[in-house]
């Protein structure tokens, strides 16, 4: 079993700055993508930005440039720092990682969900 602990988030003014952070603890074998998706009210959950166990990253359109993803291999944790955060960014965000057993095999899990607020 896999447990997600997210931290981080919080209510803040546009222009601001906040840091996500997520630890994963339990049986785990190995971890090959780690990442963050967020989910507003009324839309569908959406992709923000994942890395590799390589270091290879990958962004939304809407927040390059802005949001900075960075995971701690020997820790397990993957965090997500946030700049000049708008209040589009307002959402529920998700930590999310894709781990491997010995056999191969994939699993999925995610965090609980930490909001963001961004006010105007």
């Known amino acids: 079993q896999v447990t997600l602990v997210e931290s981080g988030g919080g209510l803040v003014q546009a222009g601001g700055s906040l840091r996500l952070s997520c630890a994963a603890s339990g049986t785990i074998f190995s971890i090959s993508t780690m990442g963050w998706y967020r989910q507003a009210p009324g839309k569908q959950r959406e992709l923000v930005a994942t890395i590799t166990n390589t270091g290879g990253t990958n962004y939304a359109v809407s927040v390059k440039g802005r949001f900075t993803i960075s995971r701690d291999n020997a820790k397990n944790t993957v965090d997500l720092q946030m700049n000049s955060l708008k209040p589009e960014d307002t959402a529920v965000y998700y930590c999310?990682?894709?781990?491997?057993?010995?056999?191969?095999?994939?699993?999925?899990?995610w965090g609980q969900g930490t909001q963001v607020t961004v006010s105007s």
């Open positions: 999310n990682i894709e781990t491997t057993n010995y056999r191969g095999a994939a699993f999925r899990y």
